[in-house]
């Protein structure tokens, strides 16, 4: 066994929004691998359409820079709990890592959980505490809570063993204690150096695992991933090992290495290095590659299981086939299917309905970026309301529990408190700083959460931050009553929706779309605080007369619609109901679209509910 010394690899890994992307763009600035007058922006890592708009790290990305003749390969990680199956995916590539965590926030609920990842993959951490320019930071606190957290999830001793640095990442410094000024982020390259051990080289023909894929129209699949033995050289012979145990033979037609944003093709690589492959055929995430002669698979990728389910089915809705460029059964079948292969934590399957298909995924964020990834792929299909994914267990039931943390005003305790109660959540820890923040901490099933987010940020009026993460299975705690506790407002005829039927519409209640929109009988065009649903002509219009009345004028008040975004109409929606995704446009919809069937359902349903 011998090591590289020339070679580090480090994930970067923390809580969502902790500064990893931003701080990655400092090392990247710093290291020059820019051009002086080059203009680069900001979180440059999250260069994908979807993050950008949302200002959040969707997958994982690798990265490299050179500092003093050593390369450092650094993989940027995404800290929303939803996409932790991209820091399990991508965790095995590196030997250190650098722990995020702000100096406000302190530990949250998934720095825990990419901790515990770095711990159980023998990562080596450094711990930075970033965002030290905010005026308001508590960073002896956050480095208490740090320490906690370290005692609380070591294995052994020497884990304990981690330095400390103070980071602002967005002004790209980084010091050695808390008080000193810093130019630039040296400190944090000469700390990776020193403290992040190098790549340990197996002897031994050419293997990598495969962490990553990636596509390209002139090259095909490419395969990324951490070399573990021996090199690899274009027109090298290799076998693939796929889940199955299948060997497939190919051979390289290029290989390549990172520096800075670019992949540059390079004659051959060495073990200890993070490549990009390819002429690899079809290879999936967790397969390994390997020269022919010793062709010894390594461990596929663990990746924690999914949480929620929705199903996707084809658009029956009566706009079907309008706005959408793939809307049959076998083309939204086959694009699912096709997710798997890079989507880790994704699960799919067929239902008993050809048109339907089941989905799980780690949370509704997941599941939501997918479903706006395909829209603007051009697909058009319906989804139902997320549920908690249970499981039998040995004859007992199971269901997915979290631990959810909760940052907000000590006004807002009792509303919540009401709130959670309903939803089977368990207080296991409250404190209050004295000036009435208040920071609470719930043991709560996965099922009580569906529809949360929404209903918390609104009783908190947006002053309040929550936060999740996957404990989880525990025995099933029964039903929980509908937690939406409104009915809705449904479009009783197909047609145009006009200002005066829209203005009847909020005399009951809020509305969801403007004058112009088309809608079909059985859509939700608002929300209104009754239980029951009620049905309401949108597209009626006035009477002719000559007439003012008081209510031409109401008219011309008409309040702007509330237009809710798709993670938001996936929340709002019941079990009776649907939201219709294309391209263009997101609508919400009952299942059963004609008042009458509605109807006759409602009756069965409360005469079931007698009898049992
Ligand atoms: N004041 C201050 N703000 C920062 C600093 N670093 C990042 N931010 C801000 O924090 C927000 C999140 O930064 P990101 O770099 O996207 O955080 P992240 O950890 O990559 O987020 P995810 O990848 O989505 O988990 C942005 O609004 C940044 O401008 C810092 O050092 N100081
Ligand atoms: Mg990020």
Redesign the pocket.
């Known amino acids: 066994m011998t090591y590289r010394n020339d070679i580090r690899n480090v994930a ?1 890994i ?12 400092s090392l990247l600035k710093q290291s020059k691998v820019f051009r002086d007058n080059q203009a680069v922006g ?2 440059i ?2 260069y994908n359409a979807l ?1 950008r708009e949302r ?4 997958m994982a990305k690798n990265t490299a820079i050179v500092y003093r003749g050593v390369k450092i390969n650094i993989i ?5 709990a939803d996409f932790g199956g991209e820091v399990e995916r991508v965790i095995s590539m590196a030997d250190g890592c650098l722990l ?1 965590v702000d100096s406000i926030d302190g530990p949250m609920p ?1 720095t825990k959980s990419v901790l515990r990842q770095a711990f159980k993959n023998g990562l080596k951490p450094i711990v930075v505490i ?5 005026a308001d930071s508590r960073i002896a606190e956050v480095l208490h809570f740090t320490q906690d957290l370290f005692l609380e999830l070591a294995t052994s001793a020497d884990q304990l063993d981690f330095p400390v640095l103070y ?5 790209g410094f980084v010091v050695r204690e808390p008080g000193m000024v810093g130019k630039d982020v040296s400190l944090l390259f000469d700390t990776i150096l020193e403290r992040i051990p190098p790549p340990r080289i197996e002897d031994g023909p050419f293997r990598m695992l495969v962490s990553n894929l990636d596509y390209d129209s002139h090259k095909g699949t490419i395969a990324i991933g951490r070399i573990w033995r021996g090199k690899v050289a274009t027109h090298d012979q290799i076998v693939c090992m796929g889940a199955d145990g299948a060997l497939t033979r190919s051979e390289v037609s290029g290989v390549f290495t990172y520096l800075g944003l670019k992949r540059l093709e390079v004659a051959e690589a060495e073990a200890g290095d993070i490549v990009a492959i390819t002429g690899t055929g079809k290879v999936s995430i967790g397969d390994t590659i390997a020269n022919p002669d010793q062709p010894e698979a390594l461990p596929r990728i663990e990746i924690g299981e999914p949480t929620v389910e929705m199903t996707f089915r084809v658009n029956t809705s009566p706009f079907a086939g309008r706005e959408g460029r793939f809307s049959t059964t076998r083309q939204l079948r086959e694009r699912l299917y096709r997710e798997l292969e890079t989507n880790l934590s994704l699960g799919v399957q067929d239902t008993d309905s050809p048109d339907s298909f089941l989905v799980k995924g780690r949370g509704e964020l997941h599941l939501a970026i997918l479903i706006e990834i395909m829209r603007r792929e051009g697909y058009e299909f319906e989804v139902s309301k997320p549920e908690a994914i249970t499981k039998v267990v040995n004859g007992t039931l199971m269901e997915p529990v979290e631990n959810l943390v909760i940052d907000t005003r000590a006004e807002f305790i009792g509303i919540l408190s009401e709130m959670l109660s309903k939803r089977q959540a368990e207080l296991t820890d409250m404190r209050n700083d004295g000036q009435d923040n208040v920071h609470m901490e719930y043991h709560v099933p996965t099922k009580g959460l569906i529809g949360f987010r929404s209903a918390f940020l609104t009783a908190t009026r947006g002053g309040g931050v929550m936060n999740t993460a996957f404990i989880g299975y525990e025995p099933w705690r029964g039903d929980i009553a509908s937690t939406r506790i409104s009915g809705v407002l449904v479009a009783s005829e197909a047609g145009e929706a006009v200002a005066y039927g829209l203005n009847n519409a909020q005399a009951r209640g809020l509305t969801f779309i403007e004058p112009g929109t088309q809608v079909y009988e059985g859509m939700i065009v608002g929300t209104q605080a009754r239980v029951q649903d009620i049905s309401i002509n949108v597209c009626k219009e006035k009477k002719q007369s000559n007439v003012r009345t008081p209510l031409d004028v109401a008219v011309k008040r008409l309040v702007p619609p509330v237009k809710l975004s798709l993670e938001q109409s996936i929340d709002f929606i019941n079990r009776d109901e649907l939201v219709e995704v294309t391209p263009e446009s997101i609508r919400l919809r009952k299942k059963l679209l004609n008042q009458t069937q509605r109807l006759r359902e409602l009756h069965r349903e409360e005469k079931r509910q007698v009898v049992s």
């Open positions: 970067i923390a809580h969502v929004d902790h500064g990893k992307t931003t701080l990655v763009d900001e979180q890592m999250d993050e200002g959040i790290t969707i940027d990680t995404p800290g929303h995020l998934q970033n965002k030290i320019d905010r980071a602002s990442g967005r002004d």
